[in-house]
């Protein structure tokens, strides 16, 4: 097969994959990349222009059916903005195998805390919540979402939503996942955002610091940007049809869905940067 063909597949599963779960698409598309033969820091930086292109088309096709919140997104990007390309530089400095292993380990964290909330059906620690008598402090907004017929209230902490972005940016830069991966767990579990929300609301958190953290890995000179094309390509029209997708999931199948591919992917990159 060769590398446009491999290239052409990994973006369009990749694409399928980030519109259906709402991730940018870096926590599977680094992994493909490097079982093609390319190096993880090279990878992280190509992984950062596909979820840079691939979010956008996703996240387009989740505001316009009520799957992505525009609001908590824009609460979470000055602090990624802030530290995506602080992770950026970091990454030409540590070795490639130790990037490997933070890659499957923040991806196994991401797994554990979400099947934890999974299993006990109630929010994470911390996470803030919304009931009779609750009183708000000014820095927690209300939020409410329509998703086939289904209404959602939900609180919106915009001091955890600056310091949630800083942590998805600095991770993103450092380790090319774009920062959706984790960001929709931490949008699920921290802020109470429900998954059918979460999922879109990742892509459009995620476009403009991806975009911020691409333009600083090809500076640094990790980024072929001929290689780029025939993935993004493929990527842009996965991500549409995975949009739509998540009308047809429930809460707890997308839920499970997201657990089980980050724990075959945190497996496989811990095991290749061990060995």
């Not at 911390?126 to 820095?139: C, E, F, H, M, Q």
């Amino acid at each position: 097969m060769t590398l446009t063909l491999e290239l052409v597949v990994i973006g369009a599963l990749t694409g399928v994959i980030s519109g259906l779960i709402g991730v940018g698409g870096g926590f599977i598309f680094i992994p493909l990349l490097t079982m093609i033969g390319m190096p993880m820091r090279s990878a992280a930086g190509l992984s950062l222009v596909f979820v840079a292109c691939v979010a956008t088309s996703g996240a387009v096709s989740h505001y316009r059916q009520g799957t992505g919140d525009l609001m908590v997104a824009a609460v979470v990007l000055p602090g990624a903005l802030v530290t995506v390309p602080v992770g950026s530089y970091c990454s030409a400095i540590l070795p490639n195998r130790l990037l490997e292993v933070l890659f499957g380990l923040l991806v196994l964290v991401a797994a554990s805390a979400l099947h934890w909330q999974s299993a006990q059906q109630k929010p994470f620690p911390g996470a803030p919540v919304v009931g009779s008598g609750t009183t708000r402090p000014v820095w927690v907004v209300l939020r409410r979402a329509k998703v086939n017929g289904t209404e959602y209230l939900f609180p919106v902490n915009l001091l955890r939503g600056f310091a949630v972005g800083g942590i998805v940016g600095f991770l993103a830069g450092l380790l090319g996942v774009g920062g959706g991966s984790l960001l929709v767990v931490l949008l699920i579990l921290v802020v109470g955002v429900p998954a059918s929300i979460a999922a879109g609301t990742s892509l459009l958190g995620i476009i403009i610091p991806a975009l911020a953290g691409a333009l600083t890995h090809y500076g640094l000179g990790h980024i072929d940007m001929a290689s780029a094309v025939p993935a993004v390509l493929a990527g842009v029209l996965g991500a549409v049809l995975g949009a739509r997708g998540t009308l047809t999931l429930s809460e707890s199948r997308l839920q499970s869905i997201m657990v089980w591919l980050f724990v075959l992917v945190a497996a496989y990159m811990i095991g290749r940067g061990i060995i």
